[in-house]
């Protein structure tokens, strides 16, 4: 009996113990430090993709999701604190922020969130002029993000900033940012610093040299993929219109963008790169997983590689053959 009274007094103690460890992991906080080496790898990749500062899109992930930490981000992978929008035909969730109950973007995995981050900075009007920015000017990315209306907060700017800085984020928008960043400890604020003024005081474009920095020319953003730049097409757009802006040939431009000369002109939002592409991805990202309807044409005017390259690498794909979704295809 008393053998009996023992083994049950054990097993309680047993079970308490157990669900304190279960409650423990459940309650244990996500440090800050533990987000950025969780998801630093996924905000380079954008970077490379859209150039936009990995340290801006961590810091946006640290300060509205309080590291992963709300019950926004908990309950429904938004990371950015992305409300519904007339456009979302996705998954949502109702949460009070500026006002009560609003509708929030739902996400299956912190991953797409990530992705939806980018995708709504690039595709939005509204922050198109953040582009003129270089990758590495995080602070003139953390106003333009406050002054396109972000978020309400009136400090919002100063408090990515500070972000970034005390994390020593911005390493993470150089090349090599990865080691940079994880050799971080070794290196001085000050050092660690070094050529940051230099950088964001040379983002002023000269109009005969394309090749300098990201900028707006005659009406045209002109943005940067692996290194290389390009327009996006208005309606009524072609190739001779385009080049006549730009001083490169209509010949020239069919040239950089993989056409010959007897094939039709640019549609609207048609990627029009003003310089010739390279032949494999510089980043760090080595592999591409495709989206349906894709083609390594296509796939080569996101990243900025010439098709020939890209089929040489991929082997078993024609340029324009559409691409099954999710196969992962080499980019470098």
């Known amino acids: 009996m008393i053998i009996f009274r023992k083994s049950i007094i054990l097993a309680g103690i047993l079970f308490v113990s157990v669900v304190g460890v279960q409650a423990q992991k459940r309650t244990t906080r996500q440090t800050r430090e533990?987000?950025?080496?969780?998801?630093?790898?996924?905000?380079?990749?954008?970077?490379?993709?859209?150039?936009?500062?990995?340290?801006?899109?961590?810091?946006?992930?640290?300060?509205?999701?309080?590291s992963g930490n709300s019950r926004l981000s908990v309950q429904s992978n938004n990371h950015f604190g992305i409300k519904c929008?007339?456009?979302?035909?996705?998954a949502r969730v109702y949460h009070d922020d500026d006002a009560k109950g609003e509708c929030f973007r739902s996400y299956p995995s912190v991953e797409e969130s990530y992705r939806d981050h980018a995708e709504f900075l690039d595709q939005s009007p509204r922050y198109d002029s953040l582009f003129a920015y270089s990758s590495t000017d995080y602070k003139s990315w953390a106003r333009g993000l406050k002054a396109a209306g972000y978020a309400t907060a009136p400090d919002y700017a100063q408090r990515l900033i500070r972000i970034i800085e005390e994390n020593q984020l911005y390493l993470l928008d150089r090349p090599n940012g990865s080691r940079l960043y994880a050799s971080r400890k070794r290196v001085s604020g000050k050092h660690g610093r070094a050529g940051i003024g230099k950088a964001a005081s040379g983002a002023a474009i000269d109009p005969d040299n394309y090749r300098v920095t990201v900028n707006a020319h005659n009406g045209y953003n002109v943005y940067t993929a692996n290194g290389v730049h390009y327009v996006l097409a208005k309606a009524g757009d072609t190739f001779e219109t385009i080049g006549k802006q730009f001083r490169v040939s209509a010949r020239n431009l069919r040239k950089f963008n993989d056409l010959t000369d007897g094939q039709s002109q640019p549609?609207?939002?048609?990627?029009?790169?003003?310089?010739?592409?390279?032949?494999?991805?510089?980043?760090d990202t080595a592999i591409h997983v495709?989206?349906?309807?894709?083609?390594?044409?296509?796939?080569?005017?996101?990243?900025?590689?010439?098709?020939?390259?890209?089929?040489?690498?991929?082997?078993?794909?024609?340029?324009?053959?559409?691409?099954?979704?999710?196969?992962?295809?080499?980019?470098?």
């Open 34 to 66: 533990e987000y950025i080496e969780r998801y630093k790898s996924i905000a380079i990749g954008d970077m490379e993709r859209y150039g936009i500062p990995a340290s801006i899109t961590l810091a946006q992930g640290i300060l509205e999701s309080d």
């Open 85 to 90: 929008k007339r456009n979302w035909k996705g």
């Open 267 to 283: 549609l609207k939002d048609m990627p029009v790169y003003i310089e010739r592409k390279k032949r494999r991805w510089t980043g």
């Open 290 to 332: 495709c989206r349906a309807g894709e083609t390594l044409y296509t796939v080569g005017q996101i990243y900025g590689i010439r098709s020939r390259s890209l089929a040489k690498m991929n082997r078993s794909y024609a340029g324009d053959a559409a691409l099954p979704a999710g196969l992962e295809i080499r980019i470098k």
